[in-house]
């Protein structure tokens, strides 16, 4: 099982790698898709089943949003990269970020064994005991979200809501303003 | 050694954007930044040889809480993996506009014709 969590974690990297390496925008969409499908197997490794779903559904429309940005643009790739030194600096330093992210992990319980197991009093275990008795959901991860949480699950709405309004309006292609001014003339 | 190749996935999306050149890259960089963060959420949570957080009537809650994976982090994964998508289709407006603007998705010659 953790072999298998390894393999697909290792092919998630080389995807990503590619898809930032490689100079064809719409390869490296394709990239990306390889790399969102695989977190979607390895959710669904990991007892997360609702995760799988959505993430599914999130990099279809992700990967939708992304081509329709791509296709028929600037096919000719940009060539080059920044300066070489920049490019020394920025590895130096992300080495250090790897470095200093592997000493977090020292103090991190091992993989396999959650939070509620080494809290007594972690909310987890409580959502756990009580959900199906206070909730009636037989998901938990569902109670959570739309019983526990779900002023958090409204804000996350509004939220998205926001995103998608931010994005209609910079799409827009006639300002209103303009157009009252033509108006006037 | 997971938490670790989880993080190279993380580091790999960090190169990305503070070296490359195309907007787009960019944004292809922070998509596979935020899938590193959820996986590494996900995975705080698996217990070995655990089961899904799905309840059966049949099952005793408290019998149930020392077998079950921990549900709190998949519900904020899942509310952080939408906003991720609301994200997304932000910039890419962004990007577009402002390949519409300049003609060309290079952020060193956005710089250029500033003004």
Redesign the interface.
């Known amino acids: 099982m953790?072999e298998l969590?390894?393999l697909l974690?290792?092919f998630?990297?080389i995807g990503?790698?590619i898809?930032?390496e490689t100079r064809d925008?719409l390869a490296?969409?394709i990239c990306?898709g390889a790399?969102?499908f695989g977190?979607s197997i390895?959710?669904l490794l990991?007892?997360?089943?609702?995760?799988a779903i959505?993430?599914i559904v999130?990099e279809v429309?992700?990967l939708v949003?992304?081509i329709?940005?791509?296709i028929s643009?600037?096919l000719t790739?940009?060539s080059?990269?920044?300066e070489f030194f920049?490019?020394v600096v920025?590895?130096v330093?992300?080495f250090v970020?790897?470095l200093f992210?592997?000493r977090v992990?020292e103090h991190?319980p091992p993989?396999?064994?959650?939070?509620?197991?080494t809290l007594a009093q972690s909310?987890?275990?409580v959502?756990?005991?009580?959900?199906?008795?206070d909730t009636g959901a037989?998901?938990?991860?569902t109670?959570?979200?739309l019983d526990y949480?779900a002023y958090?699950?409204l804000g996350?709405a509004t939220?998205?809501f926001?995103?998608?309004l931010?994005?209609?309006a910079?799409?827009r292609k006639k300002a209103r303003k303009r157009k009252e001014d033509r108006e006037e003339e | 050694?997971?938490?670790?190749?989880?993080?190279?996935?993380?580091?790999?999306?960090?190169?990305?954007v503070?070296?490359?050149?195309?907007v787009?890259?960019i944004?292809?960089?922070l998509?596979?930044m935020g899938?590193a963060v959820?996986?590494f959420l996900?995975?705080?949570?698996?217990?070995?040889k655990?089961?899904?957080?799905?309840?059966?009537?049949t099952t005793e809650?408290?019998k149930?809480?020392q077998t079950?994976?921990?549900?709190?982090p998949?519900?904020?994964?899942?509310?952080a993996?939408?906003?991720?998508?609301?994200?997304?289709?932000?910039m890419?407006?962004?990007?577009?506009?402002l390949?519409e603007r300049y003609g060309?998705?290079?952020i060193t010659e956005m710089r250029k014709l500033k003004g």
């Not at chain 1, 037989?138 to 991860?141: D, H, I, Q, R, S």
């Not at chain 2, 890419?92 to 506009?97: N, T």
């Open positions: 953790i969590l390894g974690l290792i998630m990297i990503a790698i898809a930032v925008l490296s969409v990306v790399v969102g977190a390895a959710f990991l007892r997360a089943p609702d995760v959505i993430q999130v429309l992700v949003i992304l329709r940005a791509t643009r600037d790739a940009i080059g990269d920044r920049g490019m920025a590895i330093l992300l970020v790897f992210g592997m992990f991190l993989f396999g064994q959650p939070a509620i197991e909310p987890a275990r959502y756990i005991e009580s959900g199906l008795r037989a998901n938990l991860v109670s959570v979200l949480r958090d699950t996350e939220v998205l926001t995103a998608i931010g994005a209609l910079i799409l | 050694m997971l938490y670790a190749l989880c993080l190279l996935l993380f580091v790999v999306g960090l190169y990305g503070v070296t490359k050149k195309n787009i890259k944004v292809i960089s998509v596979i899938y959820n996986l996900i995975m705080l949570g698996y217990r070995e655990g089961v899904a957080p799905i309840i059966d009537q809650a408290a149930f809480a079950s994976v921990d549900p709190l998949q519900a904020l994964v899942l509310t993996i939408v906003i991720g998508l609301g994200v997304t289709a932000l890419v407006a962004i990007c577009i506009r390949y060309t998705f290079d």
